[in-house]
């Protein structure tokens, strides 16, 4: 059966999974998403930024505007912290909550990440796998010149202000792929890398022991969408986490950090200057409109990113 795995982080992704499911059999699609925004005692509660983008995004009922959050959601469990004094930089809404609420629930009582994910997206009538790429905790820290920050701290608290001097995977070394996620990868006819954050979003991902290399072994092409048009990131703080890390911010530099394993990167039309230095790192450019303001350019970017993998020959 044709299958298609897609690594995402946030909101990017997101947006374009919401094409991609309209193009192809959403029952075809194994999304692989990053756990490393994941807090695992905010208030109490275990938090999955990523999966939870991804979850309601694909189940209809993110709020558009922001890419995260339900929409028309209030705040007013937020509010009464707030009065109580906590500190609620990270906005819950209430029926957020709810999700936070039964995830916590369900792994008090042992059950796994991957499983709790399952039964939300189910529930929310999601109709793709949706899988947290380990069920470990591995937080992203941000080093900073005010010290290690987690990257939610970094990102929503503290504004996205501080220098990044460098990005860790807190044991990640010692992470393992969630059930199913070498399985579906063994088993894909194509791999997609979704317009994310190549540092924090899908740089985690593949930094899951096993995940990378068995991209690399499969034959199955891999198609990935640059989150970077003319310079710079659609959205979040791509270009601060590539400079940190040394990378060009550009379509180029995102070649340099996937060109072990990608096979084709789609680029936007503003990017077209900049193919020949994408394929002088083996990696095939394709130039497309892949600014998603609207639900048919996200299908027809969806449409060009599997049309290319078709268009590659499998590895020998
Ligand atoms: N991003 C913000 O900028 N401010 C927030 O208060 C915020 C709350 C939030 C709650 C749940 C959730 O799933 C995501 C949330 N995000 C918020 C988005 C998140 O910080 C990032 O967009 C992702 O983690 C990065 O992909």
Redesign the pocket.
Known sequence: MLSVVALA???GAARFLEGLVQVMPPEQLTVIVNTG?DMANFMGLY?S??V??VTYTLAGIVDPKK???IKGDTFQALEVLNQLGFDT????GDQ?LGTHLARTAMLQQGWPLSKATQVISKSLGVRCRIIPMTEQWVPTRIVTDVGLIHF?EY??KRKAQDAVEDVIFDCIDSASPSPGVIEAIKTAEKIIVCPS?PIV?IGPILAVPGIKEAIMEVAAPCVGVSPIIGGKPVK?PADKLMEGKGFEVSAVGVAEIYKEFLDVLVIDKTDQPLAARIEERDVKAVVAQTLMTTLTRKRRLAQTVLKAAERQRPKS
């Open positions: 982080g946030g909101v925004d938090i930024p990523d939870d983008i890419g995260w959050g930089w990270f906005a819950l957020d939610e990102l929503v954050n979003s979040g």
